[in-house]
């Protein structure tokens, strides 16, 4: 490479987890914007609103009452996507129209009885029961169902339509896209040298560092080398593990802190409750419980969607939907932006 | 399967494009949404503003002045993604940090020299323009650069940063992720089936009829039996071809007059100027040009975000970026919708 400068030569960069290629044309971001802003998000939730279904002591859609409740709080989601019974498609009889079953339950989690309070907001001691909560749930699910996704969509531009802290819980009777392309990377990865991908790259991180965001001593978060999402994040833990489940007291501890770190720096970038989708990824479960898993590494993504201010979000539109995701700033400039900015949320900087 | 009704009974479907599945549960539509509401586009965008960089005669941000333009005018992107010299990245030596050259160019093609007309507002002939401008491009491009990405980003929804009517034309060094995995699927259905699968698929659509949404002697558009956006659709050939710019002169006509009556449609579904992604995917260019490339079959792919109303959109967040796509509402009664719209713009209904 005669001269290459990441952020200022455009380039891809090969996603190992995904098998599939990021362009990076970080000189783009000096373009201006005049498209769409986005609503920043509600200052003024109220605490608790009796008309809101996942308050405390509220009626849900179906008519069941809340209980008062004071930590976590699980019910099944009023409008699953899954249903544990569906009876099987017919068979169309040719290959391009190929209809499968599809089995599953449906959870919402609150995670906190305040509406006002966010994961970045709450003690570590709540953030602590919400792993634990996840862990139940991963366990109690994942003895049936082959894969049970946790995953949380924080702001209404994340398609969030309810303020209150909350997260879903969908478990299926089959490995969705994901999974499938995830089993089959880190598989083949195992196969051909002998350590479990996001392992080797968790060490391999932690010895680079221009990609790391905080740490500690079992877990780090990077900014990965083939982040598609401006501030994307990848959750790894530092030893192998295969499950939520598998975490011992002191990592549920430590993840609860790096959770809660990460966090705070993100609604810091740009002083507003941060938007993203987030979700944990882990073994696969139900009849894998008995089989090897060994190339498989507990993570967890966060892919936030704004670029450039509580306003400005990136667009995964035209050339990325029919062609390839692109990236305005390099992995790299994303976690030093992020490294750079204090642990201490800026709401409660001056208390 | 015992009393399976797709409408009622969620199921999986397989895409063999993208080789990927699709959770359908349409029941899900019924529940109610308190989420973000989209802002409409704006009504009253002026026919030509001085200080757009898309209107004829207006300066753009590099200086230059357009030409007083009075059909399509291509000019290159003032803010490049891909650009024709990058030096070579350097190799990081490890297997999970690999990155690759990309180079390109990046144009954006005005359609029509007012702005406030869109596709479905103009006149066939000024759809053939455009047509006949997109196969001259995908021509000049792809003599030397392998992929030739034609899209549309319409609406501010889908990141469209200037209400001009235009596309975009990015040429790469590189097969995108989609172009890769499209030759590889259509690869294989061909090698195993002996045609083509965009060919047969659009055979089997032609006779079963319930994902058609509009047809013409040389074409037809389906919401594919995999579509994943609420109102997706496939625009296909009935014959092979491979490019755009093999299409003859009649095809073009028809070209022009099938998506005119699409686009109409789409207006009309929510009386709104109807959001979309759209891009052409054709065999590829440079050095393919050279190669049998008889498993393609040229497309164009529409992916609108609009779900319930003009202000309602699906999100593809959580569950769809952690584990699979979801829709909820069949492809079928997708298309039976647009299929019972009239081909009349609502704008010009009372002229
Ligand atoms: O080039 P534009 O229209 O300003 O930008 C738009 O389309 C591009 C290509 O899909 C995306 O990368 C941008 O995020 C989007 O805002
Ligand atoms: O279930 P919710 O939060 O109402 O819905 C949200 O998350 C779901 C799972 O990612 C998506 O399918 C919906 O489009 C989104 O609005």
């Given at each position: 490479g005669g001269g290459f400068r990441a952020s200022e030569h455009q380039h891809s960069r090969y996603n190992p987890l995904r098998d599939e290629w990021v362009l990076v044309s970080a000189h783009r971001v000096k373009r201006p914007w005049q498209g769409q802003l986005e609503k920043p998000p509600p200052e003024d939730v109220p605490r608790w609103d009796p008309k809101n279904p996942l308050c405390p002591g509220a009626t849900r859609a179906n008519g069941e009452v809340n209980p008062h409740y004071e930590g976590t709080f699980v019910f099944p989601n009023d409008f699953p996507a899954l249903q544990p019974d569906a009876p099987e498609p017919d068979d169309s009889g040719h290959p391009l129209f190929r209809a499968?079953?599809?089995?599953?339950?449906?959870?919402?989690?609150?995670?906190?009885?305040?509406?006002?309070?966010?994961?970045?907001?709450?003690?570590?001691?709540?953030?602590?029961?919400?792993?634990?909560?996840?862990?139940?749930?991963?366990?109690?699910?994942?003895?049936?169902?082959?894969?049970?996704?946790?995953?949380?969509?924080?702001?209404?531009?994340?398609?969030?339509?309810?303020?209150?802290?909350?997260?879903?819980?969908?478990?299926s009777s089959f490995l969705p896209n994901e999974a499938r392309l995830e089993e089959r990377t880190q598989r083949q990865h195992h196969s051909q040298h002998g350590m479990p991908m996001l392992l080797e790259?968790?060490?391999?991180?932690?010895?680079?560092?221009?990609?790391?965001?905080?740490?500690?001593?079992?877990?780090?978060?990077?900014?990965?080398?083939?982040?598609?999402?401006?501030?994307?994040?990848?959750?790894?833990?530092?030893?192998?593990?295969?499950?939520?489940?598998?975490?011992?007291?002191?990592?549920?501890?430590?993840?609860?802190?790096?959770?809660?770190?990460?966090?705070?720096?993100?609604?810091?970038?740009?002083?507003?409750?941060?938007?993203?989708?987030?979700?944990?990824?882990?073994?696969?479960?139900?009849?894998?419980?008995q089989e090897d898993c060994g190339h498989w590494q507990l993570h967890a993504h966060y892919y936030p969607p704004l670029l450039r201010s509580a306003t400005v979000r990136k667009f995964m539109v035209g050339y990325e939907m029919l062609a390839q995701a692109q990236r305005d700033l390099t992995p790299e400039q994303a976690a030093e932006r992020l490294r750079a900015l204090p642990e201490v949320h800026y709401k409660l900087r001056h208390q």
């Open positions: 499968a079953a599809a089995r599953g339950v449906c959870k919402v989690m609150c995670f906190h009885p305040h509406s006002d309070l966010t994961l970045p907001l709450m003690s570590l001691l709540e953030i602590r029961a919400v792993i634990d909560a996840w862990a139940e749930l991963e366990a109690e699910l994942g003895a049936s169902y082959p894969w049970v996704q946790i995953f949380e969509n924080k702001g209404a531009m994340m398609g969030c339509s309810n303020p209150h802290p909350h997260c879903q819980v969908w478990a790259y968790a060490e391999q991180e932690a010895q680079r560092k221009e990609r790391l965001v905080v740490e500690n001593e079992d877990w780090l978060v990077v900014v990965p080398y083939w982040a598609t999402w401006p501030f994307q994040t990848l959750l790894l833990p530092r030893r192998h593990v295969l499950r939520l489940q598998d975490l011992c007291d002191s990592e549920r501890d430590s993840l609860a802190s790096i959770m809660r770190r990460l966090l705070i720096k993100y609604d810091n970038l740009f002083q507003v409750s941060f938007p993203y989708s987030m979700g944990w990824h882990g073994a696969p479960t139900g009849p894998y419980l």
